[in-house]
């Protein structure tokens, strides 16, 4: 018979900073606090168990919003250059804005109530209170396209193309491409025609029609088959969505891709999501974990959690916490092999940082 001692047995503990020097102090207080504070350490303690996993899952991280506006890049960086993820999804204006500032541009401070007919006037563009320099993205939309075209005029994925850039940003030590490409972490980013990154590969295009010229192109289903090839050959996988939307979405469905060429997996092993969304409204940004259950999403066992918190705390937070903690040290790193569109093998190598 059940108790009411059975059921109120654990304590919330006060936020104690005469105990905490570090991220990760905090982030362990968070562990005995409540609200979103107790569902952030949620998320890290998923994470870190998804780390210590002895039959390593293949981590996939899903991005979306105004993360490198935000002050996130390097936060990025070090997740693939520390092991914490091994391929990712993300919007374009990411890669973008990483690419952007690896030319040496900036981001700057504003408030989100400055005038924007003035900022205009100047062509400078705000993100919420941020501004870059809309004639150094004109010159970097252009850098793109000018890339692009010394390339084979055939069909890229998204990663071979992302691969391409991070090769120019390789010098850049807080590059999330260069990192990516320096580590061989994938990146998959299907919206890429939403994106400044789609506007210079459309100044190609423009340009080549003119000519008459062949060129390259994004092949958006090859895509699917490659980022469905990483899930088929994974014993298991572990999910970290920073927001929701298209990332999230493209993710989740390789699950539904590889149960229907004839892999069913049993869906993502660990889940974990940092989003101010709300799932009540319907949107996909928001659907829960449980409800991506009953499309096989994710396994039923899943160890699964969501702290609904702004990215730019949240993440940084959860990540503080697994670098300060060391939880890297002694896993392993996947190595990529690709075949044009065939993962040929998927082997655990060396950190190497």
């Not at 020097?21 to 107790?38: C, G, I, N, P």
Request: glycine share 8%; hydrophobic share 40%; aromatic share 10%.
């Amino acid at each position: 018979m059940v108790k009411k001692s059975d059921i109120m047995k654990e304590k919330v503990k006060a936020i104690d900073f005469d105990k905490i020097t570090t991220v990760a102090d905090l982030v362990e207080a968070y562990k005995d606090s409540s609200v979103q504070s107790r569902a952030l350490a949620t998320c890290a303690i998923a994470l870190e168990n998804a780390m210590k996993d002895k039959t390593r899952p293949t981590v996939v991280l899903g991005l979306a919003g105004p993360l490198v506006a935000a002050g996130l890049r390097k936060v990025i960086a070090d997740m693939i250059r520390y092991g914490l993820v091994d391929a990712i999804v993300t919007i374009g204006a990411i890669p973008y804005q990483d690419f952007y500032q690896a030319r040496g541009y900036s981001h700057y401070k504003t408030s989100p109530r400055v005038d924007d007919l003035k900022l205009r006037e100047f062509f400078i563009d705000r993100i919420y209170d941020t501004l870059v320099d809309e004639e150094k993205f004109r010159e970097t939309d252009k850098v793109i396209g000018d890339i692009a075209g010394e390339l084979e005029a055939r069909g890229y994925s998204s990663r071979e193309f992302m691969e391409i850039l991070g090769k120019h940003c390789v010098s850049d030590k807080s590059s999330i491409l260069g990192n990516a490409y320096k580590y061989g972490v994938p990146i998959f980013v299907p919206a890429l025609n939403d994106s400044s990154i789609g506007i210079g590969l459309t100044g190609l295009y423009v340009d080549r029609r003119k000519k008459k010229q062949e060129f390259m192109h994004i092949d958006p289903i090859r895509d699917n088959w490659e980022l469905t090839q990483v899930k088929i050959k994974s014993e298991k996988t572990a999910v970290i969505y920073v927001g929701g939307g298209v990332p999230k979405n493209y993710i989740q469905q390789t699950e539904v891709i590889a149960e229907t060429l004839g892999y069913d997996k049993g869906g993502h092993h660990y889940a974990i999501q940092i989003t101010t969304d709300a799932p009540q409204w319907g949107g996909l940004s928001g659907c829960t974990f449980e409800e991506a259950q009953s499309w096989g999403k994710i396994n039923r066992d899943a160890t699964k959690s969501v702290a609904y918190v702004e990215a730019s705390i949240g993440l940084s937070l959860m990540v503080g916490y697994i670098l300060q903690k060391q939880v890297w040290k002694g896993r392993k790193r996947l190595k990529y092999t690709w075949d044009f569109d065939t993962l040929k093998s998927l082997k655990q190598v060396p950190l190497n940082i």
